[in-house]
Every structure is written in structure tokens, then in C-alpha cells.
């Protein structure tokens, strides 16, 4: 006979990670992982670069608009091209 009982730890597994807002990256939240607490919220961090990114402008990071500015017809390899590239 076996005892059901013990899989209602399972449903716990979504609550794990988050989403790194700097990098996009998920991040499995442990007692040791990077946070940082900002209008109310616990963010986690992949490391200690986007935590500091994150504390020296949190705004950018959270702004909702970034997420969905986008048109779908825009491949994503443009931006990567232009950020950082300074015409002559
Ligand atoms: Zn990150």
C-alpha cells in the first residue's frame, strides 16, 4: 500500500523561480540567491551585475511598456546590432 499524501510538496514547484527583470533570465530563488526589495517587491538576480544594474535604476527595469513596445515584426537580432553601435 502506498500513502498518497507525501505529492502535495509538488505543487509548490512553480513558486521556485522568478524572473531576473535585468536579464530576462529565471532564476531559482534559494535562501542564498541575490535580491533586492524595491516599492514593496522581492526581485531575484542570476548575480550580483544585475542586482546592481537593477538598484541603480530600478524603473527601467520594471517599466511594463518595454515589455510589449515591440512589433511583432521586429526581429530581435536588430536591437542587438544597434545597442552599443555609434554611427561615424
Ligand atoms: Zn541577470
Do not use: W
Not at 69 to 83: D, N, Y
Amino acid at each position: 500500500m502506498a500513502d498518497v499524501e507525501a505529492n502535495q510538496t509538488d505543487d509548490r514547484r512553480a513558486a521556485v523561480t522568478a524572473i531576473d527583470p535585468v536579464c530576462g533570465m529565471t532564476v531559482t530563488i534559494k535562501p542564498e540567491s541575490l535580491v533586492a526589495e524595491h516599492d514593496g517587491r522581492t526581485y531575484y538576480f542570476c548575480g550580483a551585475k544585475c542586482r546592481t544594474k537593477f538598484m541603480a535604476d530600478p524603473e527601467q527595469y520594471l517599466s511594463p511598456r518595454q515589455a510589449v513596445a515591440l512589433p511583432e515584426g521586429v526581429p530581435s537580432g536588430q536591437l542587438g546590432l544597434s545597442s552599443g553601435y555609434v554611427a561615424p
